[in-house]
């Protein structure tokens, strides 16, 4: 048995009952990079001889009997935008080619805690701007199901390491769909959680009213045993939310009797490819079978989500990344001829054209004399959006919809067509627009053997109720491995 493919609870397990050290799970991941890295693209940086030098310090305090933390020994990589001491963090972009943060995001802190192994950063659309992993600096991340498709984005990198058995799990970051849509396309398990619940500090911010960084596991169970130690408090994040968190795990009792499940028409409308429509219709009636009940119901405010969600998105990137002037960190132009120049010439070849296009989209919306008429008026929708979902949850317990509107696409497939890719999120932005919660798992596959992934989108700090939903419908599905 190859260890690498193993979920990261049973890793966990095993190295907790010394059956396996952590050396061996980190040196069996690291072969697998080896082995497969090659064609899946999904790292930025790997850092082998630091894993293992972290696997061997944590078997020598289990060892000695310490304490070494809730999931001691259990490699893991992160999204190359979650800021990690000393080590490179990009965002995929040339701007931040050789910037190393002089300190640790709060996520990174607590894995690093909690006992984890960082086997490396992870590809991503630069700054978290896209769906396909194809606007990344460095390199186009493949899809483990078809390494001629897409593999989802921005968190393109996150997902296809966790689908390729390349780490246990992973961090991924969710602005707009941003975990979810590649968990979908990659065939594993993404959650973007309720906005708040898990800091943002050490995110390099894409948008900051949207972003939420969430687990990428290989099952709920995973899913449910990362989120325990990244989600809390953190006083260094404005908008982190102070409540207590319930134990996810414990959550897990795959019974859902009663659960109301509503499925939103707007959803599986035209659009929406049929193979995926009947994958979900199909999941919804296995989740029946186990005495859920379900209706038909309408979110008539989502049609709006989309734009409001671009207009609100850009504006905040416009903002968010002024600070990249080529001053003070990260890539600075050769030539140049007094500051104006600097920034000018630092920003033009620094970053990728879609990053050029939201921001030059953002500023213009938040100019003088087309605030109100764009910015205001999306932050208007935004809540007219939230109203919506409010009144579905008063008898809903989850909503259940597609992802995305079709399985992977073709690598360069939508590359031409800036609208036909933002399309492609019409989905999964209102969840972020909501600050909602909402997991992905797969729940079938096409004829061209693709995963295809169920949204369950839960009520504000609903994370238990839709961990549970999604455990006991995944005990009900097949899982189809990558063929690599």
């Known amino acids: 048995m190859d260890l690498y493919t193993l979920t990261a609870h049973e890793i966990r397990d095993m190295i907790k009952e010394k059956k396996i050290s952590s050396k061996e799970a980190t040196q069996s991941a690291i072969n697998r990079i080896n082995q497969v890295e090659d064609k899946i693209e999904s790292y930025v940086t790997v850092l082998p001889d630091e894993a293992i030098a972290q ?29 990690t001491k000393d080590v ?3 965002c995929s972009s040339k701007m931040l080619y050789n910037f190393k943060p002089p300190y640790d995001a709060t996520v990174t802190e607590k894995l690093k805690n909690a006992g984890t192994v960082l086997l490396g950063k992870l590809n991503m659309d630069e700054f978290a701007m896209g769906s396909s992993t194809e606007n990344s600096y460095f390199k186009k991340t493949k899809n ?26 992973t961090l991924g970051s969710d602005t707009g769909g941003s975990i979810r849509q590649p968990a979908s396309f990659c065939g594993c398990v993404g959650l973007k959680p309720t906005y708040g619940s898990v800091s943002r500090y050490g995110l390099i911010a894409f948008a900051s009213s949207l972003d939420q960084i969430g687990p990428m596991t290989k099952d709920v169970k995973d899913c449910a045993m990362v989120l325990n130690q990244i989600a809390g408090y953190d006083a260094k994040d404005s908008t982190s939310v102070n409540i207590e968190h ?24 035209a659009g929406i490819d049929t193979e995926v429509t009947d994958a979900i219709t199909k999941a919804v009636e296995n989740m029946k079978a186990l005495g859920a009940e379900s209706a ?21 990137a416009s903002s968010n990344l002024a600070r990249f002037d080529g ?17 000018c010439q630092t ?33 208007q929708v935004r809540t007219m959006v939230m109203n919506d979902f409010k009144k579905a949850f008063e008898t809903y317990d989850v909503l259940v919809t597609p992802t995305s509107p079709t399985t992977a696409f073709g690598i360069g497939e939508k590359t031409s067509d800036p609208l036909q890719m933002y399309m492609g999120d019409i989905c999964t932005v209102s969840v972020n627009i909501g600050g909602l919660p909402a997991i992905v798992i797969p729940c079938g596959y096409d004829k061209a053997g693709l995963p295809i992934g169920i949204q369950i989108i839960g009520k504000p700090f609903g994370e238990a109720t839709v961990l549970n939903a999604a455990y006991a419908l995944e005990k009900t599905i097949t899982k189809v491995r990558p063929n690599l």
């Open 55 to 83: 696997a061997e310090a944590i078997d020598a305090k289990i060892a000695k009997g310490e304490d070494v933390g809730a999931l001691a020994g259990v490699p893991m990589a992160l999204k190359d935008n979650m800021c």
């Open 88 to 90: 490179l963090t990009t």
């Open 144 to 169: 483990p199901y078809d390494i001629t498709k897409v593999p989802g984005g921005s968190s393109g990198g996150s997902a296809a390491c966790v689908s390729a058995d390349e780490a246990y799990f």
């Open 246 to 269: 319930p134990d996810f795990e414990k959550a897990l009792t795959g019974d859902i009797k009663g659960l109301k499940i509503g499925m939103p028409k707007e959803y599986f409308g």
């Open 296 to 316: 038909d119901m309408s979110l008539p405010l989502n049609e709006y989500a989309l734009p409001a969600y671009y207009m609100i998105s850009s504006a905040e």
């Open 327 to 343: 001053v003070k960190y990260g890539y600075r132009a050769e030539k140049f001829s007094d500051l104006l120049d600097l920034y």
């Open 347 to 379: 920003r033009s070849e620094g970053f990728g054209a879609e990053v050029k296009r939201r921001i030059m989209i953002g500023t213009y919306a938040l100019s003088s004399g087309y605030y109100d008429a764009y910015y205001k008026k999306a932050q």
